[in-house]
Structure formats: structure tokens, C-alpha cells
């Protein structure tokens, strides 16, 4: 499935897509294979949840008091607000349901901390995972000291708890990313590409949906620089948030 | 013209285009018929600026004092910013720019006594513009005493100003449009579909592109009530910008 999907995001099908303007035809391949609540292949099921899980990429600015599903205030300036909006434009007699739940600084343990309310309360049919960076970002400033494996130690019981709660949940595991730009220097490798490897690997083996950000992301930065799509090398700019909205939906959720 | 558009946008050709994710094909013909800066058709130029203007509903909460182009500070929380995050994510070596310069209560003598610095100073290469629903909104509330007539003359001033000052630009024309519900009574009619036709009727007289909202959104509230696409019936939601954003891109800005 890695093979297939380094093939799908290769230079040549990235510029291929970014001749479009937001997915079209493929967009259409993470709903089409939606198997939540017992939907059938191919159809979103009436009434669905997505929810989007993870770290400050995810949190993105939501307004954690106010802020309600399907709308920007509750959904934050990021990839999901981009995505939930073309969801809700592209299915309005599908009664969605978006929820944001990232929050920034979060890394796997304070996920399973609060995965109880923040996730499996919700009831998702889509569940969208985006957690790594702060692993590795606060061990490097020595604020924490979990290892790789302990990253994919809890990870895994992440998964496997939600799978258990939720069997009908479609997993979505988005691979950390980072660029090679502002915070982002040499002290992260090879470390950020082990655990990135480590959550890439329990997609596999839990033969969840990927969607590959790394591998889109180092294909970008051959068309603008780092900077264009990540200020910082870790928090995307709007062009990044864009770009991640576009992969996520094209890449059917993979 | 105004013919093909209702055939394209009729109920069975929104109901194909709301299964995709954003545009796809039909997306690229905006651009594709960009001749700004004199670029060849089918190019989008590099370097091009994009700008949006308009009222509140362009507007969309963007920072004034602070907010730069290209980020969602800058661009609001609307369909400028989800246009704006796809052309810059589609076209990362284009070295795009694009701006939001919409306020809040604008009405076309708004829109003329700012234009010089807020329109033509920015050198647009493609400036689109909504305008409209104020112009009748206050003077039911008895602020403003602008007939028709004065939206159709003061409008058409703008645009040929405009055409003289940058004879390269491409205009978009954007229909005004409301929704049946929250502030939008019967009291708006029939003199809201007169100034529409206006604004119609402007975009025919000097060839320009035109972005048929009214009819999109005329063909969404049969899938979703109008609330889900505007709570006040002028300004849109998240789902109701999302849709401007697809119908802006898909309609090829016509």
C-alpha cells in the first residue's frame, strides 16, 4: 500500500493535480470507501461525524469555548475547516457533522489523556489522526522524554482502544510532516522520519487509510520554497493548509 | 450568455458537481481565459494578484489593520480565503498574490470612494467584485435612498473606470444573491432581482465574467434549507462560503 501510495503521489501526479482545484474526481474515493455507521461502498452514511484529531496543526486557531461544529469559529483556520466546508457544500442532504478537537502542543499521551470525551464520546464515523511533531519537538527542547517506541507503543493503544469502542469507525492516520525550514534543523533526523516510519507502519498494520503529507510536501517544496508552505517548517500557511485539505481529499483519506 | 449559464448551473448540473471535491475540470477555465498581463490564454500569469471586493459577506471578518495577503488573517474566514488557499496551493511556482479588501457595509458609492487606493493602487490582474445587497438592505432600514437606477449607474462608473485604469484586468462579476430566511422578507422583493439583473446586465454589456450565485444558491435550498447556507440569509455560512468558492472556480468566474 506504501509503494501504491508513493506511486499516487508522485511528482508527476502532483502536478497533475495541482492543475486542479480542489480533488475533483478522486476526492470522491475516501467518501466512496466510508464504510461507517454500515454504510454502503461508495455512499456517505446520512448523519455522519468526522471528526479531525490532533496538535496545534489541527487545533489551527479554533475557538475551544465557543466554537461549534461545521462552522470556522469551531473548526479553526486549517485543514479541517477547509475540508469540513467542502464537505458540507459537496453533501448538504447529508446532515454532517464536523468536529475539530485538535489542540495545540499535544502529543500521543496527552491524546489517550483525553480520548474518552474528545473522541470516542463524539461518535465518529471518520476519525482523521495528526499527532507526532510535539513528540519529538518537545523532547528536542527538553520538555519531554518519550522514545520512538513509546510513540508507537501509545499510538497503537490509541488505535486499538478505538477500534474496540468504536468498531464501525473509519481510522484515518495522517502522516507528521515537516519542513525543512525555521524550527526545523538537523537535530530532527533521523529521529521525525522514525517515528513518521512508526506511524506509517501502524496504518499498515491496522490497514487503516494514510494520507501521505510528507511525500506530497516534499514534492511541494520543488515548486515554492519551505517557507511558502510552513513558516516555521511545522505550522502550515494557508497555501500549506490548502495543499494538506487537497491531499486528504484526493488521496481518499489515505 | 446568460442563457448557458442557467443551462449550466441548472439542478441536474449542481447535482453532478457537488459530488466532487472542488472544481476539478471546469475549474482551470477561470485561468484558463486569465489574459492578464498579457498571458497567453490558458495561462495563469506569473505574478498575478487577485483581488477581492466587496461587503461584509466578502469581507468575512478579515483583520484590516494586520492581516497581509495570502493568509487567512488577511483574506477572512469566506469564500475569498478558500478561493485565495487553492489558487496559492494549485499554483505554488505562479508567485501568486491575492488580497481581500471587502468592508463590511459597503454599497457601490462605498466601493467608488475608495477605489483609486483599494482596487485600482493594487494593480489587479483578475479583481472580482460582489456588491449589492446593501444597497437595498439600508434602504429598507431607511439609512440610504439609492434607487436601482443609482446600483446600475454608479456600478457601470466603477467598471469603466476601472476598464480605463487597467486595461489588462480581468472583471468577475459576482451576482448578488439572498436567501429566503432569517432577514431576507418580502420586503425585498421584486426590487433585489431588479438590481441583480443589473449586475447581470453589467457583466453582459462589457463581456464580462459572471459568477451566477443566485441561481447555485436558488438550486442548493432544495438540498439543505437556506439557514444551512446562510443563518441570516445574506451571509453565508461555512458551507454556504464553500459553495461560493466551488461555483467561483467551477463557473470559470463567469
Sequence with gaps: MQDSNRKRFSRRSFLQTTAMAGGGLAASSLLAAGQASGAEKGELASG????????SITDAGR?????????????????????GGALLADYPDKKLTVYNRGISGNKVPDLAARWQPDAIDLKPNILSILIGVNDIWHKLSGRYDGTVADYE???RQLLQQTLEKLPGVRLVICEPFVLRCGAVNDDWFPEFDQRRAAANKLAE???????????VFDEAVKLAPPEYWAGDGVHPTLAGHSLMAKTWREGGGI
Design 48 to 55: 455522519a461525524v468526522i471528526l479531525f484529531q490532533g496538535d
Design 63 to 83: 475557538d475551544k469555548k465557543g466554537g461549534a461544529p461545521n462552522n470556522t469559529q469551531g473548526l479553526g483556520r486549517g485543514y479541517p475547516n477547509l475540508i
Design 153 to 155: 507503543t501509545g499510538y
Design 205 to 215: 498494520e491496522f490497514k487503516l487509510d494514510r494520507v501521505p503529507f510528507q511525500t
